[in-house]
């Protein structure tokens, strides 16, 4: 995705379909995800953090692949609206708006799973992360939170209108699943600095 941020918040505030909650839920994601790199990179090479550097170094290589996923999911949310959308104006649509439900769903519940893989190396930095950049762990902590939280709406919307309820209920099932995990091990992190901090 080239698309500068500017562009991105300007496109997001138009009429236009895309982007939408899915693709600002990745953003956020990424967003937290690279505040993670950016706490990592200062505390890297620390005398006083010099028994976490091989960590810092794994954190440094998950959190930047991770957020080039998340972008990339930007993207594939937005490709995966238009069949959706193309679908509701068709006369005989059922099976193809299945089809396309079925992908709008996957795309918010992929950017969901990869916030919340993420989420261990923001509890890692909470403890082996600089404490000059603690608080940005915790606003990572909040931005992974939201993602979550929004991408787990945009499965929610689309499995609603899904005829395969068998399937609906189970994606809503893993959905809340993760996702409440998810909020407690962010609420957590960002207690535990905000007490800290206090």
């Not at 993670?36 to 930047?64: F, H, P, W």
Request: aromatic share 6%; with cysteine.
């Amino acid at each position: 995705m080239n698309t500068r941020i500017d562009e991105f918040i300007q496109q997001l505030s138009s009429k236009a379909p895309v982007p939408g909650g899915g693709g600002a839920s990745a953003l956020i994601g990424a967003v937290g995800v690279s505040l993670c790199s950016m706490v990592a990179n200062l505390t890297s090479g620390k005398k006083k953090y010099a028994k976490y550097q091989k960590d810092i170094e794994g954190i440094l290589r998950k959190a930047e692949a991770s957020a080039d996923r998340l972008i990339k999911l930007i993207e594939k949310d937005a490709e995966v609206f238009a069949p959706l959308s193309a679908a509701y104006g068709i006369p005989d649509r059922p099976a193809k708006l299945e089809n396309a439900l079925l992908a709008a769903s996957a795309v918010p519940f992929e950017i969901l799973t990869e916030v919340s893989n993420i989420l261990g190396i923001i509890e890692e930095l909470s403890v082996k992360g600089t404490r000059i950049a603690i608080s940005d762990v915790g606003v990572a902590a909040s931005a992974c939170r939201s993602a979550m939280e929004s991408a787990a709406l945009n499965v929610f919307i689309n499995t609603k209108l899904m005829k395969d309820r068998e399937y609906a209920t189970k994606m809503n099932t893993d959905t809340w699943k993760i996702l409440i995990d998810g909020i407690e091990r962010c609420n957590t992190v960002y207690l535990q600095i905000a007490g800290e901090l206090r």
